[in-house]
């Protein structure tokens, strides 16, 4: 059975399970800054071990953003991504302000739009969205 521990990331399994992923190394200090500086974390717990996480980052009232959301491959299709997906939301969603509205966002690894689209995202560019952007500073 899936638990879903709330704000115990650690930064052993942040950095484990980034790696499960093949995602870019940070460095200590930047992972540890990534953690405190997250406004909820996730963590998904099967058996002991941790086999996904996610985070909420963002100003915690106009803008959120769904970061480093992972499961590990060899759990995929098991609904925890969704189990941890609903969670994610639902802390936004607890402190949303009556009469008002967050924008919730993420950027999804190519091919997995379809997952976060059951959950109400939308791809950029839409006719009223222009294209997501980034660029990484070295």
Known sequence: MIEIKENTLDLNTYLSL???VHWKLLTQE???KALLNS???ITAINQGESVGMGRIVGDGAVICYIQDFIVKSEYQGQGIGKLMMEKLIQHVESFRTENSEIMLCLMCAKGREKFYEKFGFVGRPTD???????????
């Open 30 to 32: 930047q992972a540890k």
């Open 128 to 138: 009223s969205l222009g294209p997501g952007m980034i660029q990484y500073l070295k």
């Open 39 to 41: 406004l909820y974390t």
């Open 18 to 20: 980034r790696a499960s």
